[in-house]
């Protein structure tokens, strides 16, 4: 059975079981399908690619850019995520964000939930990562370019301006399905 109700941003640019899925994970934890959407395209390149890996080497791999150790507490690999079809990973996707179910309203949050969990729920202007932190220094080498502004800080609002960008493009008509 079809969900297909209304428009899904990014949904032209993926299959029905696909949109379908988006809308179930969305419906069943509180998400707006269309928040998921945004952050998948922007993780996948706009490509919502299962088997896409991450460029800088991480080894995080997938819709949402499963790392090596998040795959393991799911019970699977990255290298089984990237096998999988985009509606099959989709399961993963929606596991992933269960511990969040109702606690994911805006897209920033949702976006939080992928990069760092523990910006849910904060303000935009909270500090993710400081260049100057002494304990993790690879916590803004790895996220430098969300530092948009080159002030040595990443806060909330510079990390989610991809997938703020992304979800303002996936609404466009051509996008739109």
């Not at 059975?1 to 696909?18: I, R, T």
């Not at 803004?140 to 301006?161: H, M, P, S």
């Not at 991809?162 to 979800?167: A, C, E, I, L």
Request: charged share 25%; aromatic share 10%; glycine share 10%.
């Amino acid at each position: 059975m079809s969900l297909e109700l209304e428009p899904l941003c990014w949904g032209a640019k993926v299959s029905p079981p696909f949109r379908d899925g988006v809308r179930r994970i969305g419906s069943r934890l509180g998400i707006n399908p269309d928040y998921l959407m945004a952050c998948m395209a922007f993780e996948t390149g706009r490509t919502f690619d299962p088997a896409v890996r991450n460029k800088a080497g991480s080894g995080a791999t997938g819709l949402i850019q499963f790392m090596p150790s998040t795959a393991a507490a799911l019970g699977t690999s990255t290298n089984e995520l990237a096998k999988l079809s985009g509606p099959q990973q989709l399961i993963y996707v929606e596991a992933y964000f269960r511990p969040n179910k109702g606690r994911l309203k805006t897209l920033s949050d949702v976006y939080m939930a992928i990069l760092w969990p523990g910006g849910i729920g904060r303000a935009e202007d909270y500090v993710l990562f400081r260049e100057s932190d002494k304990l993790h220094p690879k916590r803004y080498i790895q996220n430098a370019g969300l530092d948009f502004n080159d002030d040595g800080v990443i806060t909330k609002r510079e990390a989610c301006d991809g997938p703020t960008r992304m979800f303002n493009i996936g609404l466009r008509p051509e996008n739109v399905a």
